[in-house]
């Protein structure tokens, strides 16, 4: 059974920077296609990025285009999302999941428990 632990998140004000963590067990990161997700109050959780276990191909929902990246650091089991130049919009409790890469909420296999991101304006 995998285990997905966030961290990371806080409260930023518009323009700023965060990145989470996603620490994964007990299998090596590149096993699996780690997703990020991301819920805000009263949405729906949409899939915000993702980093595929084969090659490392990475994908990226338009909103975050250009301003998140992921990335993973096989030494230490760890996936990352940098997230620069935050919007209020942003505003979410985001989530790591393992899943095939640009799958929705229903493909998704194993979830963390979610870290808060708060942008203020």
């Known amino acids: 059974q995998v285990q997905l632990v966030e961290s990371g998140g806080g409260s930023v004000q518009r323009g700023g920077s965060l990145r989470l963590s996603c620490a994964v067990s007990?299998?090596?990161?590149?096993?699996?296609?780690i997703n990020w997700f991301r819920q805000a109050p009263g949405k729906e959780r949409e899939g915000v990025s993702c980093i595929a276990s084969s090659d490392g191909s990475t994908y990226y929902a338009n909103s975050v285009k250009g301003r998140f990246t992921i990335a993973r650091d096989n030494a230490k089991n760890t996936v990352y999302l940098q997230m620069n130049s935050l919007k209020p919009e942003d505003t979410a409790v985001y989530y790591c999941?393992?899943?095939?890469?640009?799958?929705?909420?229903?493909?998704?296999?194993?979830w963390g428990q979610g870290t808060q991101v708060t942008v203020s304006s």
């Open positions: 999941a393992t899943g095939p890469c640009k799958g929705s909420f229903y493909d998704m296999d194993s």
């Open positions: 007990p299998f090596t990161v590149d096993y699996y296609a």
